[in-house]
């Protein structure tokens, strides 16, 4: 088969047993982007492909090797695929893609391209689009036909005998959307929109997701064994989960208005108004505590009405920093077992529904490099809502390890129980916090300062107000045990004055602990 440039199509060179036309190099016009193709014969034998690798047989003579010269990025428009958004074009892609050497770009049309099985990325490649925020043109589209979408390998394996590693680390996916057919929030799945599979032995390094969309998943994106590696402006909506991260995945950052949301309204029948669907038991980010976690960095990131904006188990050395997760309907952020050194500062945490701004659950003793949580300068607010609410609490310092917490700056409003209540013994510092809910006492804790606006309840001697050198606490008696944390002019007050009975105890040396009575109360 000839064209007006007097040149054979691709299959019609390799079809051809012709001796003459075995050439070192052949210029040939591709089939399915009507493009000039070039090939060179190569010394060594390569893969049987389709796209970017070709064998010629050459009648009774030996058989001869061609790769394609690829000078720039791979179009997809050189693979046999419709783009229609209803053709299975997975087959055809994953062809070009197991044909693609580590390294290459794969550029995706402004299309739809239907998938009835997840592709598999098992190399160093980077697949891009136009941007999901392309003005001009519609982005491309992967489209899941109810299956996973993409699937990105690091392991070990034994071919013929031999143990090969098989490792994608490197993949950058940019610039394009990965869709379910049926959106989770219409009908729920089991599937995941790219799912990052490392191994103990295979960490998936230096993978890049960058201006992406994923929509429509049971979990948008899920990472095993990730490290050192960026997530960023990457949109994920209507997933039960938005972040799934597992395995002991290390040093990672999600960053630059990366977004997690359930964004479906619906009509209330009884009120005639639009609502937000609400996923039960929906988190955005997902740190499951079967290994640990650590070392992550949570940036400009913005989460939407989820259940539990962040949730995490067995996760530490955590920044979560410049970020809004708002409208959450029970907590914004928890931090549960096995979880130590949290940073999170400079936030807007916002509740829909009667829950905790923070939750601070951490009930297993850690590691001698534990120095606790900082809840540092954030916005923690609920809103007005006609939900019975008995409750609300704006930081919830709860677990027995949860130990030597310092929540300092925050504003704190509308919240029904206390604006800051840390457990009895936990050391936790509350300074410089503005508590503004209408309620009295705003803050239970103890090492609390008098800088704090707001009403403090003391709970025990562990629990005590500092003005400035002084501590001043209350309790039905002074301790009967010397102690280096009481200095001279510390002030005990009696929870339970009587007459004859001092209004206090006054401490009248260091170390020791001398106490006396003060302001005896007469008939």
């Given at each position: 088969?000839?064209?007006?440039?007097?040149?054979?199509?691709?299959?019609?060179?390799?079809?051809?047993?012709?001796?003459?036309?075995?050439?070192?190099?052949?210029?040939?016009?591709?089939?399915?982007?009507?493009?000039?193709?070039?090939?060179?014969?190569?010394?060594?034998?390569?893969?049987?492909?389709?796209?970017?690798?070709?064998?010629?047989?050459?009648?009774?003579?030996?058989?001869?090797?061609?790769?394609?010269?690829?000078?720039?990025?791979?179009?997809?428009?050189?693979?046999?695929?419709?783009?229609?958004?209803?053709?299975?074009?997975?087959?055809?892609?994953?062809?070009?893609?197991?044909?693609?050497?580590?390294?290459?770009?794969?550029?995706?049309?402004?299309?739809?391209?239907?998938?009835?099985?997840?592709?598999?990325?098992?190399?160093?490649?980077?697949?891009?689009?136009?941007?999901?925020?392309?003005?001009?043109?519609?982005?491309?589209?992967?489209?899941?036909?109810?299956?996973?979408?993409?699937?990105?390998?690091?392991?070990?394996?034994?071919?013929?005998?031999?143990?090969?590693?098989?490792?994608?680390?490197?993949?950058?996916?940019?610039?394009?959307?990965?869709?379910?057919?049926?959106?989770?929030?219409?009908?729920?799945?089991?599937?995941?929109?790219?799912?990052?599979?490392?191994?103990?032995?295979?960490?998936?390094?230096?993978?890049?997701?960058?201006?992406?969309?994923?929509?429509?998943?049971?979990?948008?994106?899920?990472?095993?064994?990730?490290?050192?590696?960026?997530?960023?402006?990457?949109?994920?909506?209507?997933?039960?989960?938005?972040?799934?991260?597992?395995?002991?995945?290390?040093?990672?950052?999600?960053?630059?208005?990366?977004?997690?949301?359930?964004?479906?309204?619906?009509?209330?029948?009884?009120?005639?108004?639009?609502?937000?669907?609400?996923?039960?038991?929906?988190?955005?980010?997902?740190?499951?505590?079967?290994?640990?976690?650590?070392?992550?960095?949570?940036?400009?990131?913005?989460?939407?009405?989820?259940?539990?904006?962040?949730?995490?188990?067995?996760?530490?050395?955590?920044?979560?920093?410049?970020?809004?997760?708002?409208?959450?309907?029970?907590?914004?952020?928890?931090?549960?077992?096995?979880?130590?050194?949290?940073?999170?500062?400079?936030?807007y945490i916002a509740l829909s529904h009667?829950?905790?701004?923070?939750?601070?659950?951490?009930?297993?003793?850690?590691?001698?490099?534990?120095?606790?949580?900082?809840?540092?300068?954030?916005?923690?607010?609920?809103?007005?809502?006609?939900i019975p609410d008995d409750t609300s609490?704006?930081?919830?310092?709860?677990?027995?390890?949860?130990?030597?917490?310092?929540?300092?700056?925050?504003?704190?409003?509308?919240?029904?129980?206390?604006?800051?209540?840390?457990?009895?013994?936990?050391?936790?510092?509350?300074?410089?916090?503005?508590?503004?809910?209408?309620?009295?006492?705003?803050?239970?804790?103890?090492?609390?300062?008098?800088?704090?606006?707001?009403?403090?309840?003391?709970?025990?001697?562990?629990?005590?107000?500092?003005?400035?050198?002084?501590?001043?606490?209350?309790?039905?008696?002074?301790?009967?045990?010397?102690?280096?944390?009481?200095?001279?002019?510390?002030?005990?007050?009696?929870?339970?004055?009587?007459?004859?009975?001092?209004?206090?105890?006054?401490?009248?040396?260091?170390?020791?602990?001398?106490?006396?009575?003060?302001?005896?109360?007469?008939?």
């Amino acid at each position: 088969m000839t064209n007006n440039l007097n040149l054979l199509t691709i299959d019609a060179f390799f079809s051809s047993s012709d001796p003459a036309s075995d050439l070192n190099i052949v210029s040939l016009i591709d089939p399915f982007s009507g493009e000039v193709a070039n090939f060179k014969k190569q010394d060594l034998p390569v893969p049987d492909g389709k796209y970017l690798y070709r064998i010629k047989k050459n009648g009774n003579g030996p058989v001869s090797y061609y790769k394609r010269i690829i000078t720039d990025d791979i179009s997809i428009t050189i693979a046999d695929v419709r783009g229609d958004g209803m053709t299975d074009d997975s087959v055809e892609i994953q062809k070009l893609i197991d044909e693609m050497e580590a390294g290459q770009v794969l550029k995706l049309d402004n299309r739809r391209y239907m998938l009835y099985q997840p592709l598999q990325i098992n190399k160093a490649i980077k697949i891009t689009g136009s941007s999901t925020k392309s003005q001009l043109d519609l982005p491309p589209f992967l489209i899941t036909n109810n299956n996973h979408g993409i699937i990105i390998n690091a392991y070990k394996t034994v071919i013929n005998g031999q143990e090969i590693t098989i490792n994608a680390s490197g993949t950058v996916l940019e610039g394009f959307g990965i869709y379910n057919a049926t959106l989770y929030t219409t009908a729920p799945n089991s599937f995941t929109g790219i799912k990052i599979i490392g191994t103990p032995e295979v960490h998936a390094y230096d993978i890049i997701l960058k201006d992406l969309a994923i929509n429509g998943y049971q979990t948008g994106l899920e990472a095993n064994y990730l490290w050192s590696s960026q997530i960023q402006t990457v949109k994920i909506g209507n997933c039960k989960t938005g972040m799934h991260i597992k395995n002991n995945s290390v040093n990672n950052e999600i960053s630059n208005n990366t977004s997690i949301s359930i964004d479906v309204k619906v009509i209330n029948q009884q009120t005639g108004e639009e609502e937000l669907i609400d996923i039960p038991d929906s988190k955005g980010i997902f740190f499951e505590g079967n290994t640990s976690q650590e070392g992550w960095r949570i940036i400009d990131t913005f989460i939407f009405n989820v259940y539990q904006g962040i949730y995490a188990e067995k996760t530490s050395h955590v920044n979560v920093l410049n970020s809004m997760i708002d409208f959450c309907r029970h907590i914004g952020i928890v931090i549960g077992a096995e979880s130590h050194n949290w940073n999170i500062n400079s936030n807007y945490i916002a509740l829909s529904h009667p829950g905790y701004g923070i939750y601070l659950a951490n009930s297993v003793k850690n590691s001698s490099f534990t120095r606790g949580n900082k809840i540092i300068d954030n916005d923690i607010l609920i809103y007005d809502n006609a939900i019975p609410d008995d409750t609300s609490i704006g930081v919830n310092i709860r677990g027995k390890e949860s130990l030597y917490d310092d929540v300092r700056g925050n504003s704190i409003k509308n919240f029904k129980v206390y604006d800051i209540r840390a457990d009895s013994g936990l050391k936790t510092t509350i300074t410089h916090n503005k508590c503004l809910s209408d309620i009295s006492p705003n803050i239970t804790g103890n090492f609390i300062t008098n800088d704090n606006l707001g009403t403090v309840y003391y709970q025990n001697l562990n629990d005590s107000l500092h003005l400035g050198k002084v501590k001043i606490t209350y309790a039905d008696t002074f301790p009967s045990v010397s102690s280096p944390d009481w200095k001279r002019g510390d002030i005990i007050l009696n929870t339970g004055p009587s007459v004859n009975m001092p209004i206090g105890w006054v401490n009248t040396t260091d170390g020791t602990n001398t106490w006396k009575p003060f302001g005896i109360i007469n008939n």
